[in-house]
């Protein structure tokens, strides 16, 4: 077996840790929200997210590598900059974060040299994201319309966007010195 790209398998480290705390994110929604249908659809999200990091794990597997250890993480460093305090804040989190991972992958699957085997796993959860936000944007816009308008989820929406924006700046640069400057 050739030697892995030690490279690669900090970004798919990067990618899988995302998808993990994603799940841990879920599982707060699951105790905040109890009506039927969010039930039914977190835990089919949930379900998907704890896929999603499988199959970065698999694939690291398979390239010869093994998992990283990430502490400074996309939703760590998230995390550092906001703590959301109310269930509006945490869908419009939810939406910013599963927009910034499907963008990502996308991203990712359109880099020249991607490989098959990657490039069907950034396929999948792409597909999967679209859903995550899909469904929870709904749910967040039907919760603000409850709370007095749209615009309280469209403000916090923005908030979330820009401290995304901040945090994914930082690790595209990071991603850029992994790579050797040839991220895109």
Same mark, same amino acid.
């Given at each position: +077996?050739?030697? %892995?790209? %030690? =490279? +690669?398998? !900090?970004? +798919?480290?990067?990618?899988? &840790?995302?998808?993990?705390?994603? #799940? ?6 699951i105790? $905040?929200? &109890?009506?039927?249908d =969010? ?13 999603? #990091?499988?199959?970065?794990? @698999? ?5 010869g590598?093994? %998992?990283?250890?990430?502490? &400074? ?10 703590? %959301? @305090? =109310? ?10 974060? !599963? !927009? @910034? =991972?499907a ?15 990657? $490039?069907?796993? $950034?396929? !999948?959860?792409?597909?999967d *994201?679209?859903?995550? /936000? #899909?469904?929870? @944007?709904?749910?967040? +816009?039907?919760?603000?319309?409850? *709370? ?17 924006? *901040? ?9 850029? #010195? /992994? ?6």
């Amino acid at each position: +077996m050739a030697t %892995p790209d %030690p =490279s +690669m398998i !900090e970004i +798919m480290s990067y990618y899988r &840790d995302a998808e993990l705390h994603g #799940a841990t994110l879920l599982l707060r929604l699951i105790k $905040l929200m &109890d009506d039927p249908d =969010s039930q039914v659809k977190l835990a089919l999200h949930l379900h998907e997210e704890t896929h999603h #990091a499988w199959l970065w794990t @698999r694939r690291i597997k398979e390239l010869g590598g093994a %998992p990283l250890r990430i502490a &400074d993480g996309y939703q760590t460093r998230i995390g550092m900059r906001t703590v %959301p @305090r =109310s269930l509006l804040d945490l869908l419009a989190l939810t939406v910013v974060v !599963e !927009e @910034r =991972s499907a963008s990502r992958y996308q991203e990712h699957a359109a880099r020249p040299g991607t490989d098959e085997a990657t $490039l069907a796993i $950034l396929k !999948e959860v792409t597909k999967d *994201e679209k859903w995550h /936000i #899909a469904w929870i @944007r709904g749910k967040l +816009m039907a919760l603000a319309k409850e *709370e007095g308008g749209v615009e309280k989820a469209e403000a916090a929406i923005a908030k979330y966007r820009q401290i995304d924006a *901040e945090v994914y700046g930082a690790l595209k640069a990071k991603e850029a #010195a /992994i790579l050797g400057g040839s991220a895109n």
